[in-house]
């Protein structure tokens, strides 16, 4: 009966470790390592933020309540937040400089297509 304990015992400590080794395989630990953006895209990305500020900007400066300032900037956060969410996945994505810069691209047509007519849309409502 001990022989047959000590067997079982050991089975358990085999796949015991065994657990163990295969959950610190996928432990991570530091930060993510990513291609980071090109300069020039860096540069394209502020400006296409600075012409959605340039919209905004005679709507938000018309508007009294701050109630309705807070409302307006909150439904645009929102939407850009979506976009930069798919930014940040296909930027984890990235294997080399080109398919970060794809990245970049994408999300600056995002904002200057989709974004800013959204954001011309949402401001006739105010």
């Known amino acids: 009966m001990t022989d047959k304990v000590s067997e079982l015992t050991d089975q358990a400590r ?3 470790d065994r657990r163990f080794h295969n959950m610190t395989q996928y432990t991570l630990y530091g930060d993510f390592e990513y291609v980071p953006i090109q300069k020039d895209r860096q540069e394209k990305i502020k400006l296409a933020f600075q012409e ?3 919209v905004c900007k005679p ?3 018309q508007l009294r309540q701050q ?3 807070a409302e307006l900037q909150n439904t645009i956060y929102k939407k850009f937040q979506n976009y930069e969410g798919q930014l940040n996945s ?3 994505k990235a294997k080399n400089v080109r398919d970060s810069n ?3 691209d994408i999300f600056t047509d995002q904002i200057l297509g989709e974004g800013k007519n959204f954001v011309i849309q949402t401001l006739r409502k105010y």
């Open 14 to 16: 085999t796949n015991l």
């Open 52 to 54: 959605i500020d340039r």
């Open 59 to 61: 709507t938000l400066a």
């Open 67 to 69: 109630d309705n300032i």
């Open 90 to 92: 296909c930027i984890m």
């Open 102 to 104: 794809a990245c970049a």
